[in-house]
């Protein structure tokens, strides 16, 4: 995309040039500004003036802003509402880095001449410098108006467009898109600001009607709708869900028919399914993660499919099939902390394996130490197997990486407190259970 630097650079070069081309005609101009303005000055002095000025240019043109700045700083003194001047001693100012003094001269140049084209595009060069966006579009849409032939591209509507959005006029915001998009129909920041404009204000049988032309839209980049789609879930609520959520669920699927294996987008999909507890769904679309996956030799696809196909059975009390899930997942990546835990506390749930329980939750441990539940896990292994000496310091690690918020937790280390005798200690924990329970 052509950014907005890149972009303000190409129009500050151009108008160097045609600058440089017509110097005669902008120094005649300087000479006559300042002539309008000396007043009583004798010829002399005015003939005086007009070389400084001539030397002060010559110097800029030749890149020497330094000691073109200084020139143009002395005529400032001498006639501080010399327009041309302080036009030009911008210019130095900001080639020098220093955007305040540039901002002041440039500023004053355009109140004395606010015709000046020259001016405008100066400032708007100047903000978007300094990443000054909103008056970068402020002044951008003056020049929209002042040179639209010259002016009149995708990028600065779009700008122009970003800057109504702000203010909340957004029916103009929507016309300077549809203008961008004139202009260049895959302009891809009019359509994403379009889109939107629209959802923003809920008009949101507009917005799905643009997205759905986005999604399906093989001018733009894979990556780049995938990553809309996720900014939409992301920023999705709940009234949004129930006013919208099938219609954005009906575009995540058609995403998906452009592109099946991207697993980033399909976890979208299953996020709907979790929504309404639909574990059939998560299962289905689990098992097309993993054929995708296993196609392009995709490791971590393959583990993310897997890893929520054992989450899902175990939820659903399927311990045979969630433990077939995270045995395969441990194959491909031992070192799973996630899936180490979670079959590790299913074993110690069922009261078998033990010790094999303690090697896969030890280690999951050691890979995430300041994770509650895994050391949760940990100590309550211990304690089915009678070791609640070795127990109690995971219990108390637990409480200090937020093991308080889970009644299971506080009730597990109760349990732990009282075969060790530590009574008090213990029905405090206890009270605390209760209470998290009564919420």
Request: charged share 25%.
């Amino acid at each position: 995309m052509f950014g907005a630097r890149k972009y303000f650079a190409f129009m500050f070069i151009m108008k160097i040039h045609k600058i440089l081309i017509s110097a005669v005609f902008c120094l005649a101009l300087a000479t006559f500004s300042f002539a309008q303005s000396a007043g009583e000055t004798s010829a002399d002095e005015k003939d005086l003036r007009t070389a400084r000025l001539l030397d002060a240019v010559s110097l800029y043109t030749d890149g020497q802003f330094a000691s073109a700045a200084e020139r143009f700083r002395a005529l400032k003194e001498e006639d501080p509402t010399d327009d041309a001047v302080m036009y030009y001693l911008g210019l130095c100012e900001s080639y020098l880095g220093n955007m305040d003094k540039a901002e002041e001269n440039l500023l004053g140049a355009h109140l004395a001449d606010t015709a000046n084209e020259w001016y405008v595009s100066a400032l708007t060069s100047l903000y978007a410098a300094t990443r000054n966006s909103t008056m970068m579009a402020t002044y951008g849409e003056k020049l929209l108006r002042m040179n639209p032939g010259m002016y009149n591209t995708p990028y600065l509507n779009t700008l122009v467009a970003d800057l109504k959005l702000r203010q909340g006029r957004d029916s103009l915001a929507v016309q300077y898109y549809d203008r961008a998009l004139e202009l260049d129909p895959a302009f891809e920041s009019a359509w994403l600001g379009k889109m939107e404009t629209y959802r923003l204000t809920k008009n949101y049988a507009a917005f799905f009607q643009v997205a759905r032309n986005y999604v399906s839209n093989s001018g733009f980049e894979r990556e780049s709708k995938a990553q809309y789609l996720t900014s939409l879930m992301e920023a999705m609520d709940q009234e949004f869900y129930w006013v919208a959520g099938s219609r954005l669920e009906s575009l995540i699927d058609c995403y998906l028919s452009l592109y099946p294996a991207d697993s980033e987008v399909r976890m979208l999909k299953v996020s709907f399914k979790y929504i309404v507890e639909d574990y059939d769904g998560i299962l289905s679309q689990c098992d097309t993660m993993y054929s995708a996956a296993l196609a392009s030799q995709d490791k971590e696809g393959m583990v993310k499919a897997l890893t929520i196909k054992g989450d899902v059975y175990n939820a659903i009390g399927d311990e045979k099939k969630s433990i077939k899930a995270y045995s395969q997942v441990l194959k491909l990546d031992e070192d799973n902390a996630s899936v180490l835990n979670n079959y590790a506390y299913i074993l110690c749930e069922q009261g078998r394996q033990l010790g094999k329980a303690l090697k896969m939750s030890t280690r999951a441990v050691e890979l995430e130490g300041d994770n509650a539940t895994f050391l949760d896990t940990l100590g309550w292994i211990l304690h089915l197997m009678g070791r609640d000496e070795q127990a109690k310091p995971h219990f108390k690690r637990a409480m200090i990486y937020g093991g308080k918020e889970s009644e299971v937790i506080l009730g597990h280390y109760a349990s732990v407190l009282e075969k060790l005798g530590e009574t008090e200690l213990a029905q405090y924990y206890r009270m605390l259970e209760k209470q998290k329970k009564g919420k």
